[in-house]
């Protein structure tokens, strides 16, 4: 199989490009995007995301390009494009549905098209299939094979790496199914589960997602309901959690690429079968909902205080997604940053990971690398690595007298503050 296979890869971005580095320590592979930019970044062997390191594309049987024409040698197919949803949560399949038709142009007998974007059940033999066939005039099943096998990569995650994670594989009949799982087991160390079918690798996907997000929402539910108590969330999480089989989820911002959007492919295709899904949408909308929770609670202190929002300064520190990643993609940062500033209020942002020319692209943002002002308020939005080691010592001379500190993750819950600044969380 080493000495036959040769695999294109199909979008190189945060799942593509492990899973391509991965294939080519064993197999001939070709890397393709459509982002010239990227392409000539990883042809010096650089990742734009920041998430590998060069010494990763040394050695390796790998080229990169923009060219769909110079995969057309390969015979097995890997597909990792982004499934977003657009600006009303539906599904955007564009991304997927153009490189679909992109492998069909090339496509030849015998060759095997695996899918590993996130998709709703059903979606890739009843959307992208139809569209191999068409563009490449050859017959499914007869003429080539599909398979699934959904990506499990966890962006700023060094320990739980591709090859650290059990591998869910999936074909359309045992052949491909037999292939695919011997393909991927040879670069997977964790071990490979076979799905008994294509839908029930899509759904295994998408459940596992959706199912961090239920929690997390209740997380957050909860911390609303304990704000009107007066209780700290994070206190009874801690007690709560000295029970064995207690689930230890915590509430906070839940953005991305992923758990902020998969959720919505499951309901889709709910609602497509005749099912409104209740418990699902309802976690969605609290997710969604925490960054005005924190704005306005925020808000309320400063009005205890008399002050004037109008002249109120704010640092924000974080704008990424999560934690040590650079990827600001549907950031609820950027939600809470937004309200503050409809409040009136001056907001300052800063984030040690985060890309400037990026952030100012997407959010319209210029992050600072040094603090301008005295400021009223300070929330730390994302737990990068380098604000758990600071204090609110590193940050006392940069706040007025009578503080707010905002902390979504509760960095700092455990420290002595000045016993006049208002420490709040979620």
């Known amino acids: 199989m080493e000495r036959d296979i040769r695999i294109g890869v199909i979008g190189l971005g945060y799942v593509g490009l492990p899973i391509a580095l991965a294939l080519a320590e064993k197999y001939e592979v070709t890397g393709f995007d459509i982002n010239t930019a990227k392409v000539t970044s990883l042809k010096k062997n650089i990742d734009p995301s920041d998430e590998i390191e060069t010494e990763a594309f040394l050695s390796k049987k790998i080229s990169f390009t923009d060219d769909i024409a110079e995969l057309a040698h390969c015979s097995v197919y890997v597909v990792a494009v982004p499934t977003p949803v657009d600006k009303h949560k539906v599904p955007n399949l564009k991304p997927l549905q153009l490189a679909s038709e992109s492998v069909g142009c090339i496509l030849n007998e015998g060759d095997i098209v695996i899918y590993e974007s996130t998709v ?15 563009a490449s005039g050859l017959k499914y099943m007869e003429a080539f094979k599909v398979g699934y096998s959904p990506e499990r990569i966890n962006p700023g995650d060094k320990q739980h790496t591709l090859s650290q994670i059990t591998k869910v594989v999936s074909g359309c009949d045992e052949e491909s199914l037999d292939t695919i799982a ?24 998408i459940i596992e997602n959706t199912q961090r997000d239920v929690n997390i929402a209740l997380m957050n539910e909860l911390a609303i309901i304990f704000d009107k108590l007066d209780i700290n969330t994070h206190e009874v999480l801690e007690a709560a959690g000295t029970k064995w089989n207690f689930l230890k989820f915590y509430p906070g911002l839940v953005g991305g690429h992923c758990i902020g959007v998969d959720p919505y492919y499951l309901t889709y295709k709910a609602q497509q079968v005749g099912y409104d899904p209740e418990v699902i949408l309802s976690g969605r909308r609290i997710n969604d909902n925490t960054p005005q929770f924190i ?17 109120c300064n704010v640092l924000v520190k974080g704008v990424t997604f999560k934690e040590n990643v650079t990827d600001i993609r549907n950031s609820k940062v950027y939600d809470l940053i937004k309200e503050l500033q409809d409040f009136s209020l001056s907001v300052d942002v800063m984030d040690c990971k985060a890309k400037k020319d990026e952030v100012k692209k997407e959010y319209g943002l210029d992050l600072i ?19 758990k080691g600071e204090g609110f010592g590193d940050w006392e001379k ?10 979504v993750r509760a960095l700092y819950r455990n420290q002595n503050l000045d016993k006049k600044a208002i420490y709040l969380t979620l």
């Open 369 to 387: 690398d040094e603090p301008r002002a005295k400021y009223d308020v300070l929330v730390i939005a994302v737990a990068h690595d380098e604000y």
């Open 182 to 205: 011997e393909l991927y087991g040879s670069i997977i160390e964790a071990g490979i589960h076979k799905a008994s079918s294509i839908k029930v690798a899509e759904a295994a996907k």
């Open 295 to 311: 704005a306005k609670k925020i808000i309320r202190n400063l009005i205890k205080q008399n002050k004037n929002l109008t002249a």
């Open 398 to 407: 940069h706040l007025v007298a009578e503080p707010i500190i905002f902390d």
């Open 120 to 134: 709703y059940p059903g979606c890739t033999e009843e959307v992208c299939v139809p569209i191999l066939e068409k």
